[in-house]
């Protein structure tokens, strides 16, 4: 057998090719397995208050539309007063399992705010993840409700504190111009336990819309408000008037309004006006009636301005401060010096006043000051002060001893139309007398100057006296209401500017007097008051304007005004006595004094002399005799007075010729000199024969044997006093007596001197 080849060995490697698939199964397996390990979630647990809708393998949690884990298992907790649920979360999801992570279960909700929730409907409830960086946590209690939009949404975020959260909830609208601009977050109740947080948050689009001084109010329900010009009803959109809502606006002055610090929360008004009139005004008043809290407005001008807020009573419910919240447009105009008073229904004969308060109550009005420190609490006045001076038309201030029936609205007539009204009336600082603001409307303004004259026209002017009564009134409405008139004697005067203080005239007379102011002083002024006339010959020269004390109280002193012939009664010489009834049996004079009242008769100078103002009163109305009066003047020498007077008769065969004028003593003081007047024409009949003698009184001549015997000279005589005369038959009547010449004055007349009848002519008369 042939010997077999040597085989050739060579040495092999221990590896084998066939190791490669185990090893590619090893890496796959190895891979698979690391990735599972990889894969493989977190286990988290969430304390639910209930297990409803919740499914172990199919509840998944979400966020933002992404899974991003499920519950894998679901039993009761340890104090059974819930569930905890089990949950894997993708490993991605562990950096944010915080502390800060909240879960809560989205399920469908339905509200007047709109449908959430409603995928759940198909997938079923699912748990809603809020993922936020931070220390790790692995147990989770769930949140009842969900929460609010996330702090990190772009936009802007915002508190608003408010008194009471009315029907805002989560996720109610925020409205700019009805525009949904952002919802809301979020509320709580602040810390203070008084006052409600609400959580906003706007859009970035319109971020830049809210300012500093941006007002934001509760656009919930409705707004109504009703007036005599009708009912007006606010509501932002039908979405608030179910779910509420919030709106803003920028007040128009404040555009220029730095952008907003989102960490200064803003405050939420109860509504639009109260949005609109926000700044806070505190107003001490006595006088609460009519008002409301709420509704209540203050206005200016016809124009709502604020509203009352509160209104808080002291202690002893004797007065109230009330909390106003004015518009933001006058926070500049609040200023020290505004004044506050209450509008309400009057119903006077002036006319009829806040009649608007008659439907929506009283009111508050206001005036603000043009200067002054800011303020924000203010003192209400008790009636409105008054116009103010800035209204177009002339103002005027007049100043009157007493208000008579003026009263605010009281007309001012210039020809009895009216031209204007009575706008206030208080006292003078003094508190002498009475200031009445005036207002002249625009279009009358030329009508006064410095010559008008401004008198009182109310009620009724009476004037009386036996000739006949005078009734005197302005018009019908100053009879009932009061008024004042004025004239303008001189047109071409100067104008008014500004301003101007008149007198107020208590009457027409009064006002438009012309004349000389004479001052006359008389003993007393009974009887005598202003206005009493002056007379001369009957005729009314002048009236007593003023009636005072003299300064020494001795007397009294009568400013008289005289219009008529005071060029001649204004003269060194003149007259003045006072004129009062005269009753007696023997004369009766002056009776129109009892009805119209006394008066000052004046007899003017029988020459012009110097000019004169001051004169003092004849306390007796002067004698017949006058410096110029024609007549023959004599002097009767009598031991005693009697009953002779000035002004008693001196007859001759009991006609009058004549009076007595004075009576003095003589100048040795032992006898009565009695100076008479004889009428010119009855001159002749005094001789120096002529006897005279005494015919006041009785005389009485009794007998044994011739019986008795009475004589008198007249009734008159008998009751009034008088002088009596005879002159003898020739030759012994003597020659014509002289002026100032001497006789005696007998006591009783002889029976010869009767006799006596002499032939004396006369002259004619």
């Known amino acids: 057998m042939p010997e077999l080849p040597t085989p050739v060995t060579r040495k092999t490697t221990s590896w084998s090719a066939i190791w490669i698939l185990p090893l590619i199964a090893l890496a796959i397996g190895g891979w698979l397995g690391w990735k599972a390990f990889n894969a493989a979630g977190i286990e988290i647990e969430i304390h639910f208050e209930n297990g409803e809708g919740i499914q172990i393998g199919k509840t998944q949690v979400m966020y933002k539309g ?151 109010w509760n656009a919930s329900g409705l707004d109504v408000s009703a007036g005599l010009s009708g009912v007006r009803i606010r509501t932002e959109s039908v979405l608030s008037l179910l779910a509420g809502g919030i709106a803003f606006a920028t007040p128009e002055h404040r555009q220029d309004s730095p952008p907003t610090d989102p960490s200064i929360p803003f405050r939420l008004y109860e509504g639009f006006d109260a949005a609109d009139t926000g700044v806070r005004v505190r107003l001490h008043m006595d006088e609460v009636g009519g008002l409301s809290p709420g509704n209540t407005p203050v206005m200016y001008n016809g124009v709502q301005v604020g509203i009352l807020k509160k209104l808080d009573m002291d202690k002893s419910f004797t007065s109230a401060t009330a909390e106003l919240a004015m518009e933001p447009r006058t926070e500049d105009f609040l200023l020290e010096g505004t004044e506050f008073w209450l509008v309400k229904p009057s119903i006077s004969l002036a006319g009829i006043t806040g009649i608007e308060a008659l439907v929506k109550g009283n009111y508050i009005a206001v ?102 009564v005078e009734v005197k009134s302005e018009s019908l409405q100053t009879l009932l209401t009061g008024g004042i008139s004025f004239d303008t004697p001189d047109p071409k005067a100067a104008r008014i500017t500004g301003v101007r203080r008149f007198s107020l005239h208590k009457d027409e007379n009064e006002a438009l007097a012309k004349g000389t102011r004479l001052t006359i002083r008389v003993d007393d002024a009974e009887g005598l008051r202003e206005g009493t006339p002056v007379r001369f010959k009957g005729l009314e020269v002048g009236k007593i304007e003023r009636v005072a004390l003299s300064d020494d109280l001795s007397a009294v002193d009568l400013e008289v ?51 004169q103002t001051r004169f003092v009163a004849l306390k007796k109305p002067p004698l ?63 001789r120096t024969g002529t006897r005279f003698w005494n015919a006041s009184g009785i005389g009485f001549d009794f007998g044994l044997f011739r019986g008795a015997k009475v004589r008198t000279d007249s009734l008159e005589a008998l009751l ?9 038959d020739n030759p012994t009547m003597g020659g014509p007596a002289r002026p100032g010449q001497t006789f005696a004055l007998y006591e009783e007349a002889e029976e010869e001197w009767l006799k006596w009848a002499p032939k004396i002519a006369l002259d004619k008369p």
């Open 367 to 468: 005036r603000f000051a043009k200067e002054g420190a800011p303020s924000r609490e203010f003192t209400i006045r008790a009636k409105a002060p008054p116009l103010n001076t800035d209204a177009p038309g002339l103002h005027l201030v007049l100043t009157t001893e007493k208000l008579g029936s003026l009263e605010v609205g009281s007309p001012v007539l210039y020809k009895q139309m009216r031209v204007g009204s009575v706008q206030s009336y208080q006292l003078s600082r003094d508190s002498q007398r009475v200031v009445v603001g005036v207002h002249i409307e625009p279009m009358f303004a030329s009508l006064v100057n410095e010559s008008t004259r401004f008198w009182n026209a109310s009620g009724v002017t009476l004037k009386g006296g036996l000739s006949g």
């Open 624 to 686: 017949l005799e006058t410096r110029d009066q024609e007549g023959l003047r004599l002097v009767l020498s009598a031991p005693r007075k009697g009953s002779l007077k000035p002004g008693v008769a001196v007859t001759y065969r009991e006609i009058q010729v004549g009076k007595v004028t004075r009576l003095e003593l003589g100048p040795t003081s032992d006898r009565v000199l009695v100076h008479i007047l004889i009428e010119p024409r009855y001159a002749p009949l005094v």
């Open 66 to 216: 992404i899974q991003v884990g499920k519950v894998t298992d679901l039993h009761v907790s340890e104090d059974i007063q819930g569930v905890v649920a089990t949950v894997e979360v993708l490993k991605q999801a562990e950096p944010y399992l915080s502390k800060q992570t909240r879960f809560w279960l989205v399920r469908p909700r339905v509200s007047l705010a709109g449908v959430t929730g409603l995928e759940t409907l198909v997938s079923g409830n699912y748990i809603a993840i809020d993922p936020v960086r931070g220390e790790p946590e692995r147990t989770y209690t769930a949140l009842a409700e969900p929460p609010g939009l996330s702090d990190n949404l772009p936009g802007l975020h915002l508190t608003l504190k408010a008194e009471k959260l009315g029907s805002l909830e989560q996720g109610s609208p925020v409205y700019y111009r009805q525009i949904q601009v952002g919802q809301v977050k979020s509320y709580q109740l602040a810390e203070d336990q008084r006052t409600v947080e609400i959580k906003v948050h706007i859009e970035p689009a319109y971020a830049h819309l809210v300012r500093k001084h941006t007002r934001f």
């Open 720 to 728: 009034e006093g008088g002088i009596g005369f005879s002159t003898p």
């Open 561 to 611: 005004r005289l219009v008529e012939a005071s060029d001649r009664i204004a003269r060194e010489g003149s007259d003045f006595w006072v004129v009062k009834p005269e009753l007696g049996l023997a004369r009766t004079a002056n009776l129109d004094t009892l009805v119209s009242g006394q008066y000052l008769e004046v007899r003017p100078a029988s020459r012009p002399g110097k000019a």
